[in-house]
Structure formats: structure tokens, C-alpha cells
T-cell receptor, first 115, second 110 residues
Framework: GAGVSQSPSNKVTEKGKDVELRCDPI?????LYWYRQRLGQGLEFLIY????????KSGLPSDRFSAERTGESVSTLTIQRTQQEDSAVYLC?????????????FGQGTRLTVV | KNEVEQSPQNLTAQEGEFITINCSYS?????LHWLQQHPGGGIVSLFM???GKKKHGRLIATINIQEKHSSLHITASHPRDSAVYIC????????????FGGGTRLMVKP
């Protein structure tokens, strides 16, 4: 595809259920980032993957959050035992490398609502 | 105090006006990004700067590393420019993490 693709675009889930969000980066992009934006707030960094290196998980808010990426392809962000505070737009971005001067391309986001 | 501060938080302009959005940061950075978030939530990267000035169409971005300040200018503004504009920096001491400003909500009226 031409851009970063995320699915689903919208997800409503009941409190306590697990959810899985998917990100398809631009082909050839070795770096992949997950961010979230809660209503009325700014963007928060969650996790960063660069090639086959160990991911930077420093932004994950709790151990209910995890993410995986196989090689340089799809990534999934999993939230276990969802809470209402997890409601947010989850954004994925990818770039050609993890060096500081490469531009990141964002997906459209997944809007998660926990009821 | 937030590491990245944007001003104004909200801005309403008439079509055709020249618009300036400011971003100040308090940390040493390696790069600064300007992002545009549309009402539906999608984000587009407008510029990435590490020095000087960049121009793309009606958009101009400048950065002053010594003063830790960047500006985004929109010339001949149009209603389709209405969006949230977000400044984000790569902190020298935070690896590849981006730190985001709170955003500037711009509305351009016809």
C-alpha cells in the first residue's frame, strides 16, 4: 500500500476485554512507532521498533499493554483487561530508519472506546 | 512545565490571513517535526527541521536552535487549512522518542 494502514479504524469494547490493534507500515520502513492520543490531550509515545533490535517499551503505561512486530512487517498492539482510561486514538507511524533525521509517516489511527 | 510548548492553543483567522504558530522547547533536540492533524484524526507530517528554514507550498517552517524556538507560517490561509498543528521534538536524551506539544487548533473562516 501507499501509506501506513491501521485496523480496525474504530473499536468499541467492554471493560475487561482484551483488544488487538494492527499496523501495516510502509514497505521497507524498518522503524515503527505506536502513539496514543486521549480525548483532549496530546500525543503520547508508547513503543518503538527498529529492525530486529529489542523494542523501546519505555512509553507503555502499564503491563496490560504489549506490542509485537515480526521482522519489518506488521505490528500488533495488545491491550489486556481494558479499562475506560484506555479509550483513545492509537496511532502508528513508520519511517525508513530509526535515525533522528528521518521523517515519520502516520496511519489514520484506531479509535478505541472502552465502555 | 512541559518540554514542548505551543502558542496559541486556539486560533481563528479569516481566509487569506497570514498565520503564525509558535513552538518553544526546553531540551536539547536533534530534530523538530511539524504535524497536521485533520478533524477525522489522521496525522500528516508537514516538516522535519534540524536547522534553518523549509518551505512547501504556502507553508513555511523555521527553527532557531540557539533560542529553542520554531515557527510554522501559513500564507494566504484557506478554510481547508483548518486543523490541529502539532510540534514534536526528538530529545537528544530520549533516544528516538518524540515529545509532542499540546497542539494549536486553527480554524480559518471563509
Amino acid at each position: 500500500g501507499a501509506g501506513v494502514s491501521q485496523s480496525p479504524s474504530n473499536k468499541v469494547t467492554e471493560k475487561g476485554k482484551d483488544v488487538e490493534l494492527r499496523c501495516d507500515p510502509i514497505s521497507g520502513h524498518t522503524a515503527l512507532y505506536w502513539y496514543r492520543q486521549r480525548l483532549g490531550q496530546g500525543l503520547e509515545f508508547l513503543i518503538y521498533f527498529q529492525g530486529n533490535s529489542a523494542p523501546d517499551k519505555s512509553g507503555l503505561p502499564s503491563d496490560r499493554f504489549s506490542a509485537e512486530r515480526t521482522g519489518e512487517s506488521v505490528s500488533t498492539l495488545t491491550i489486556q483487561r481494558t479499562q475506560q482510561e484506555d479509550s483513545a486514538v492509537y496511532l502508528c507511524a513508520s519511517s525508513t530508519s530509526g535515525t533522528v533525521n528521518t521523517e515519520a509517516f502516520f496511519g489514520q489511527g484506531t479509535r478505541l472506546t472502552v465502555v | 512545565k512541559n518540554e514542548v510548548e505551543q502558542s496559541p492553543q486556539n486560533l481563528t483567522a479569516q481566509e487569506g490571513e497570514f498565520i503564525t504558530i509558535n513552538c518553544s522547547y526546553s531540551v536539547g533536540i536533534s530534530a523538530l517535526h511539524w504535524l497536521q492533524q485533520h478533524p477525522g484524526g489522521g496525522i500528516v507530517s508537514l516538516f522535519m527541521l534540524s536547522s534553518g528554514k523549509k518551505k512547501h507550498g504556502r507553508l513555511i517552517a523555521t527553527i532557531n536552535i540557539q533560542e529553542k524556538h520554531s515557527s510554522l507560517h501559513i500564507t494566504a490561509s484557506h478554510p481547508r487549512d483548518s486543523a490541529v498543528y502539532i510540534c514534536a521534538v526528538r530529545d537528544n536524551n530520549a533516544g528516538n522518542m518524540l515529545t509532542f506539544g499540546g497542539g494549536t487548533r486553527l480554524m480559518v473562516k471563509p
